[in-house]
């Protein structure tokens, strides 16, 4: 099969990782016949510098026709000072926008080697594996209304407007149903129905396409707020949770910070399924940024990089034996202690972002 990614590596510590990942994609095509069909582009900052703009029309279609976008991180000091529509992280927002990704998804995931340096109680997280998928194109983020009135007695009054139609909710539904298929086959959605009328939608939409496509899975309703508490004090009792632009924002947040540091946090963003190919648009990226403070150093952790490297496999190419084995490959190097300088423990080797990347790949290798 002809697989088409697109690497956009950004900025900063953005392109050291993508080095790691593109040992990965020489390894799976000379010895594992993959069949990457490999280009390349420019984004943010980059493509600032380039052509003054965050991401060029050229760049732009060759991510529309790739089959799925690697993507790195955007933005620093540098570009501080560039007009706002054309500043680095407008490149990454109009990818999102134009290739109309509805769907992030954000695993928290522990490693067994990391459960003792978390914050919380280690019977908590060990063995933490859940999905969080949060709507991203819609909602308050988006509604119309959206400005400031000036009420013109020394007030004003800021307006954001909720907006949620039927589609919107199914479509979102409809992704993490599937997902949970092929995990835990849970699903928790959340909204706040007992106080916003999207809420109620909400419910009832997620019910609906339940009713109707989605029985074998099961399906339970939390308000937010209590879903925020429980995360915190028992996520184990979650598979994959659903919810809105703006709930789904935090709770991911709060999600990601029981497992640890940012630089081991991946995620995805997918589109509709093309109508002839049946694949998803999709685009994968770590959580983090392009982390200004220790670019071109080699600190870089690139396991939230190479882990969402995993997801695209799993997602967008149905490799879920190569995805598992990445993915074990990860977490028996991090059991073998080598840690970089972001998850650095007491009496363990810190490694460069390089000497990680080799680790990984050699464990992939090995499995
Ligand atoms: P950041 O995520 O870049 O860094 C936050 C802290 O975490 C820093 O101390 C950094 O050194 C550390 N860190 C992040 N990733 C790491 C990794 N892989 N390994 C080790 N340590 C890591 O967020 P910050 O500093 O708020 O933003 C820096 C720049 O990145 C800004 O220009 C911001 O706009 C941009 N940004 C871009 C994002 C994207 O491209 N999706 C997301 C977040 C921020
Ligand atoms: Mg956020």
Redo the contacts with the bound molecule.
Sequence with gaps: AVRKLLLLP?D???TE?MVEVRKLLAYMNDNLGAGFEIEEGLV?GAAHDAHGKSISEEHMKLAHDADAVL???????KWDGVPYDVR??AG?LRLRKEMELFANLRPAICYPALADSSSLKKDVIEGLDILIVRELTGGVYFGDPKEIIDLGNGQKRGIDTQVYDTYEIERIAGVAFELARTRGNRVTSMEKRNVMKSGVLWNEVVTATHEAKYKDVELDHMLADAGGMQLVRWPKQFDVIVCDNLFGDMLSDVAAMLTG???MLPSASLGAPDGKTGVRKALY??????????AGKG???????IASFAMCLRYSFNMVEEADLLEKAIANVLDSGKR???IAAPHLPTVSTSEMGDAVLDQFKAL
């Design positions: 950004g900063g510590i953005g990782i943010g993507f790195g991180a955007v933005g620093g000091p680095p992280e990454l540091s940012l630089g990226e770590p959580v983090h940024g392009s982390a200004p403070d220790i600190l870089a952790n690139p396991i939230a990089k970089t300088a972001d």
